[in-house]
């Protein structure tokens, strides 16, 4: 069992930037692909970002490619969202979470049924 714990939300404008951390406990880090999501308030939970465990394939939601930049460090046991020109409609709590799926897959990285441990999220709030 993995455990989560996600940081580094803030209030920003619009046009700035923030880093998500998603710090992990339990064994084999690395064994796992991960992923970021997020839910605003009345919507679904959806996908940003996701990384295969060694951090050679990424994914993302075309709301965000080209802004926000999925990484990770193993030997910190974290993975990281990088989020840059923000906007307000980013607006939301950002959850990371662990892959169910062994092999990377970019096709299961969206569906966040494919993850079955999840961190307590952190707030993002962009202003206008």
């Known amino acids: 069992q993995v455990q989560l714990v996600e940081s580094g939300g803030g209030l920003v404008q619009a046009g700035g930037s923030l880093r998500l951390s998603c710090a992990a406990s339990?064994?084999?880090?690395?064994?796992?692909?991960m992923g970021w999501f997020r839910q605003a308030p009345g919507k679904e939970r959806e996908f940003v970002a996701g990384?295969?465990?060694?951090?050679?394939?990424?994914s993302y939601a075309d709301s965000v490619k080209g802004r926000f930049t999925i990484s990770r460090d193993n030997a910190k046991n974290t993975v990281y969202l990088q989020m840059n020109s923000l906007k307000p409609e980013d607006t939301a709590v950002y959850y990371c979470?662990?892959?169910?799926?062994?092999?990377?897959?970019?096709?299961?990285?969206?569906?966040?049924?494919?993850?079955?441990?999840w961190g307590q999220g952190t707030q993002v709030t962009v202003s206008s």
């Open positions: 990384i295969s465990r060694s951090g050679g394939r990424t």
């Open positions: 339990g064994r084999a880090f690395s064994n796992y692909n």
């Open positions: 979470a662990v892959a169910a799926f062994t092999y990377y897959n970019g096709n299961y990285v969206y569906d966040p049924l494919r993850y079955d441990n």
